[in-house]
């Protein structure tokens, strides 16, 4: 290599070390103050840049979200994928293996499942990311797919229809998030996770097993009571 295509990989490399750590900055900052409270110049201080460079990167804040959106459903998807069509695996183990992405994504980095669940997917901020609505339907029709192929086999009772057992599963998936990110659920240890995922999954199989399949039993429910979380309940005024 010469050294002047030396020089341009660093420089390349200079400049998506730079995008990346505005675009963390971002997230850091969606996910405290909201899309709405956030400023270009909270960005640029979070990630200890200059304004302006933002803007090199971004033309503004509505392309922050936009990226993150597509940064943060692409890798989710492409996992997604990846289990759902997993061969000689069984409906089970798929379904518990969706839940496990889904929880493993906010374990490793909560602030950023925050972001896409609170801001993009549930704010009308999300509204400005234009790929939002492709992006759930995709996985919706992924998991429907994973439905169909197991009815066929056998795995699925007869008279379900898969694109609504895609729908309650990413619906279930999606709620039990929004309770730790939201803050209603206060226990967020890695166990508090495990146990909330395999309540999701145990609830969503028991309906849609055929009533002679065995169903691999886990041991959320044999945690004490006073390892749960209370709900919170809002003083009156």
């Not at 518990?96 to 992405?101: C, N």
Request: aromatic fraction near 6%.
């Amino acid at each position: 290599m010469s050294q002047r295509q030396s020089k341009s990989v660093e420089a390349g490399s200079r400049e998506n070390e730079r995008r990346h750590t505005i675009l963390r900055a971002a997230i850091d900052v969606f996910a405290r103050k909201g899309y709405h409270g956030c400023r270009i110049a909270d960005v640029a201080r979070e990630a200890g840049v200059a304004y302006g460079l933002v803007y090199h990167y971004f033309k503004n804040k509505d392309e922050l979200l936009e990226t993150v959106a597509e940064t943060g459903w692409g890798g989710f998807v492409s996992r997604i994928r990846a289990v759902a069509e997993e061969e000689n695996s069984s409906l089970e183990a798929k379904v518990r293996g969706i839940a496990d992405v889904a929880f493993e994504a906010y374990r490793v980095d909560p602030r950023a499942v925050k972001v896409l669940i609170l801001e993009i997917a549930r704010s009308p901020a999300g509204g400005h990311v234009a790929s939002r609505q492709q992006a759930f339907l995709d996985v919706i029709r992924m998991a429907a797919d994973m439905f169909a192929r197991a009815q066929a086999e056998g795995q699925l009772r007869p008279e379900l229809d898969p694109m609504l057992c895609a729908s309650l599963l990413c619906g279930s998936i999606e709620m039990g998030l929004t309770a730790f990110v939201s803050g209603l659920m206060e226990d967020r240890s890695p166990e508090a996770l495990d146990r909330a995922k395999a309540q999701i999954a145990e609830s969503f199989l028991r309906g849609v097993l055929p009533s002679s399949a065995p169903l691999t039993e886990t041991s959320w429910k044999q945690e004490s009571p006073s390892s749960g979380t209370r709900p919170k309940v809002g003083k009156r005024a």
